[in-house]
């Protein structure tokens, strides 16, 4: 894996997914390749957990769950949160899909979805706000990296990939 130093740019639709391995809230690794020929993958980083914007997004994922199942598709939403503080995340927000936590904000780096301290360029902060459809081979579908953590990835354009996907 690349250090902190040397992210992976310009990740986006056509290229394979980089896999990875990180801990869900129960302690248990996950990893990106368990899901390689079974579901398409809808990866989203998130700043914080119990964040105004980030638990808008979070909740309405979880209200639409029933679309992604419907679509063979696993929700994993990735933050740099400690396990403990996810899983309580989890708990209030009543969060139906897989949170991993990304303390070492590796795989954050890996998707060019992190952002750097103000202070030091070179000191990795919080996850970015990003989307990423990973079809069943583990290829990138669709791929959003936004700059603004006021914003939200565009779900109108990845239901309508995961419209194409499902047919």
Same mark, same amino acid.
């Given at each position: 894996?690349?250090? *902190? ?9 056509? *290229? ?8 869900? @809230?129960?302690?248990?690794?996950? #990893?990106?390749?368990?899901? @390689? ?24 994922? $979880?209200?639409?769950?029933? $679309? =992604? ?9 990735? &933050?740099?949160?400690?396990?403990? @503080?996810?899983?309580? =995340?989890?708990?209030?927000? *009543?969060?139906? =899909? ?6 070492? +904000?590796?795989?954050?780096?890996? =998707?060019?979805?992190?952002? /750097? #301290?103000?202070?030091? +360029?070179?000191?990795? @902060?919080? &996850?970015? $706000?990003?989307?990423?459809l990973i079809d069943k081979q583990g290829i990138i579908q669709y791929s959003e990296i936004l700059e603004d953590a /006021? *914003? ?13 996907? #499902?047919?």
């Amino acid at each position: 894996m690349n250090n *902190q130093h040397e992210p992976i740019t310009g990740i986006m639709a056509g *290229q394979l997914a980089p896999d990875f391995s990180l801990l869900n @809230t129960n302690n248990i690794p996950v #990893s990106l390749s368990d899901f @390689t020929g079974q579901k398409n993958v809808l990866l989203l980083f998130f700043p914080k957990a119990f964040t105004n914007t980030c638990t808008r997004e979070l909740c309405s994922v $979880r209200d639409d769950i029933s $679309r =992604y199942e419907n679509a063979d598709t696993q929700v994993i939403a990735i &933050s740099v949160d400690p396990t403990s @503080t996810l899983a309580d =995340y989890k708990k209030d927000q *009543q969060l139906n =899909y897989e949170l991993l936590s990304d303390a070492d +904000k590796q795989v954050s780096i890996l =998707y060019n979805s992190i952002y /750097y #301290s103000p202070d030091d +360029k070179a000191l990795p @902060t919080v &996850s970015k $706000r990003s989307a990423f459809l990973i079809d069943k081979q583990g290829i990138i579908q669709y791929s959003e990296i936004l700059e603004d953590a /006021y *914003q939200i990835p565009d779900f109108t354009a990845i239901n309508n990939i995961l419209q194409r996907l #499902s047919k």
